[in-house]
């Protein structure tokens, strides 16, 4: 893996040099870790003029034990009340002899900023803006197989739940015993807090799961995700409790089934990222549902649960090969309940037998 992350450097590197900054200063921890391998709390990774440093605010063996550092890479740790290692990386770059700086703006605070200015008045400072954002789009395989495996843990995980008993347990409940089971079964923790929505809640984007019990005849939708080795991956699921769904449930699933997998149909490298929000939301308009779409109908996930690209009405660009989307159209009908439907696929070409499916559990409405 030394050889990915330096590779990964070197292409912020030569962004940085075309920009006019010699040297560059990432904070935001996400980048951090997908330059270095290892994010410590507060640490930032300095590209300096002659060589690469990881800053952090203690030694190595207090660091908590996510991610591996990239060896090849150099720490420079400060004391424990040693100061902000951002400032102390700016403070390093001038001892090589650096005349410009590109800094995380996005991230840094105007407090750390004008501390950063304070200790080096003669270098250049300039945005970095969302270089290393840019960069994670495109996820290379290694980084696939861990959404893979993150996957395949979510799967898992929400199987042996619908084999279980549901019928009055609380949604709180619920959820906890989701993000148990991802633990046990290998997930570094779940990728964002588990969602799980009954009756008049389900379908509800980024419900917090009450003390609402199951009860028969409820939609029961369920959002969760797995972490593994910092990879974030996501599934969304509907279901009915308990007896045959009811006619209006019957037509609400198959619409949202049908916008779903018009959106998912659409992912393919040169599709605009509007076009495919555009696939899975004319589907839900011509029914009637405008009133209860969410604002996109599916996002970028890795390193972040929520990352570019942002499949919006309004979102500009297009896709590319090996770019890891959810495709999640929902619809909630307030006092009644709703369908979510969320998978986590990989943009593929035609040739490679389209967009990949990595969350594979069955989008058949059952009745449990």
Same mark, same amino acid.
């Given at each position: ?20 900054? *010699? ?25 300096? /003029? ?24 150099? @720490? ?7 100061? !902000? ?11 090589? $002899? ?16 004008? #501390? =950063?200015?304070?200790? %080096? ?9 969302? #270089? ?5 789009? @495109? /996820?290379?395989?290694?980084? =696939? ?41 290998? *997930? ?7 969602? %799980? ?7 509800? +984007? ?40 009811? !006619?209006?449930? =019957?037509?609400?699933?198959?619409? %949202?089934?049908?916008?779903? +997998? ?17 696939? *899975? ?6 029914? $009637?549902? #405008? ?22 009405? *309004?979102?500009?660009? /297009?896709?590319? #090969?090996? @770019? ?18 969320? !998978?986590?696929?990989? @943009? ?11 969350? =594979?559990?069955? /989008? ?5």
């Amino acid at each position: 893996m030394s050889e990915v992350y330096a590779a990964r450097r070197t292409r912020l590197r030569e962004r940085c040099n075309a920009g006019g900054s *010699a040297a560059a200063l990432v904070s935001r921890p996400a980048n951090v870790r997908y330059l270095a391998g290892i994010a410590p709390p507060g640490a930032v990774l300095l590209l300096g /003029k002659r060589e690469d440093l990881l800053v952090s605010a203690g030694p190595p063996n207090e660091w908590p034990a996510e991610g591996r550092l990239d060896e090849a890479l150099r @720490v420079h740790s400060l004391p424990r009340a040693g100061g !902000d290692p951002a400032v102390a990386a700016a403070g390093l770059l001038m001892a090589q $002899g650096a005349d410009s700086l590109a800094l995380e703006e996005h991230h840094l605070t105007v407090a750390r900023h004008r #501390a =950063i200015r304070s200790v %080096v008045p003669g270098l250049r400072l300039g945005d970095l803006g969302g #270089a290393v954002e840019q960069l994670r789009v @495109v /996820k290379d395989e290694e980084e =696939i197989s861990c959404l893979r495996i993150g996957a395949e843990i979510a799967d898992q995980a929400l199987g042996e739940l619908l084999e279980s008993i549901l019928v009055g347990r609380t949604e709180r409940h619920l959820a906890l015993e989701l993000e148990r089971r991802l633990v046990d079964h290998g *997930a570094d923790g779940p990728a964002f807090p588990t969602s %799980v929505a009954t009756g008049p809640n389900s379908g509800r +984007r980024g419900h917090r799961p009450t003390d609402r019990r199951v009860e028969e005849g409820d939609f029961l939708s369920v959002c969760l995700g797995a972490t593994y080795r910092g990879y974030r991956c996501e599934i969304g699921r509907t279901f009915v409790i308990g007896t045959s769904p009811a !006619d209006w449930q =019957i037509e609400l699933y198959d619409r %949202v089934f049908a916008a779903q +997998r018009a959106g998912r149909e659409s992912l393919a490298p040169g599709a605009a990222y509007r076009d495919v929000d555009r696939a *899975a939301r004319q589907v839900l308009d011509s029914a $009637g549902y #405008a009133e209860g779409l969410p604002e996109l109908t599916g996002h970028g996930v890795g390193l972040e649960f929520d990352e570019d690209p942002q499949l919006g009405p *309004a979102a500009m660009g /297009k896709l590319d #090969a090996c @770019v890891p989307v959810t495709v999640e159209p929902g619809v909630h009908l307030p006092g009644r309940g709703g369908v979510r439907i969320d !998978d986590t696929l990989v @943009v593929r070409p035609e040739a490679d037998g389209g967009p990949e499916l990595l969350t =594979i559990t069955t /989008k058949e409405l059952l009745a449990l």
